[in-house]
Antibody, heavy 116, light 107 residues
Framework: EVQLVESGGGLVQPGGSLRLSCEAS????????MHWVRQGSGRGLEWVSG???????YYVGSVRGRFTISRDDAKNSFYLQMNGLGGGDTAVYYC????????????WGQGTMVTV | DIQMTQSPSSLSAYVGDRVTITCRAS??????LNWYQQKPGKAPRLLIY???SLQSGVPSRFSGSGSGTDFTLTISNLQPEDFATFYC?????????FGQGTKVEIK
């Protein structure tokens, strides 16, 4: 079964740090760009960050310089290191697989809650 | 950043109705437009990619159209399981951006 499972969410003080993980299974992880999308309570979806198969990284402006995305293809996992957290970062964080041919996110994790 | 604006923000409809949701981009995005469905407490689900291509496994009552700046998602013969919030998303450039969502409720 194709699946993404997030972990690492929790309660953190303002200014603190947290590291989210997303473990993939059921597909060739190294062949896909992977992304993080967040959703504040009662709010819409906001793209946060993405990492390409070559390790190229992308960030939304509000997190650039504070968040770092990385991947470990040997572990079928990718990560989001979040530093300098503030109230605006409180959200459910979803990891998602991007299908290049469709240019869309076809597989999503169940989400992990981050509360600052 | 490209702004995506959906309308309406919410709507009420009966089972069996035909529902149309619109999405407008702040600049031309060609056909780089995707639609997602999200139910409470669940992750989004991809419905339509490339403005009009149906994702595998999605019922054919969902359809998408449009190009440039104006797009529509149509649900024909609305079913009880279709009541949810729908989001459009542009994949034309980075950062990818989402519309604010359209909540479809039971009338």
């Amino acid at each position: 079964e194709v699946q993404l499972v997030e972990s690492g969410g929790g309660l953190v003080q303002p200014g603190g740090s947290l590291r989210l993980s997303c473990e993939a299974s059921g597909f060739t992880f190294s062949s896909y760009d992977m992304h993080w999308v967040r959703q504040g309570s009662g709010r819409g979806l906001e793209w946060v960050s993405g990492i390409g198969i070559a390790g190229d990284t992308y960030y939304v402006g509000s997190v650039r310089g504070r968040f770092t995305i990385s991947r470990d293809d040997a572990k079928n996992s990718f990560y989001l290191q979040m530093n300098g957290l503030g109230g605006g970062d409180t959200a459910v964080y979803y990891c998602a697989r991007k299908v290049a041919a469709e240019d869309a996110y076809d597989i999503w994790g169940q989400g992990t809650m981050v509360t600052v | 950043d490209i702004q995506m604006t959906q309308s309406p923000s919410s709507l009420s409809a009966y089972v069996g109705d035909r529902v149309t949701i619109t999405c407008r981009a702040s600049q031309s995005i060609s056909s780089y437009l995707n639609w997602y469905q999200q139910k409470p407490g669940k992750a989004p689900r991809l419905l339509i990619y490339g403005a009009s291509s149906l994702q595998s496994g999605v019922p054919s009552r969902f359809s998408g159209s449009g190009s440039g700046t104006d797009f529509t998602l149509t649900i024909s013969n609305l079913q009880p399981e279709d009541f949810a919030t729908f989001y459009c998303q542009q994949s034309y450039n980075t950062p990818p951006t989402f519309g604010q969502g359209t909540k479809v409720e039971i009338k």
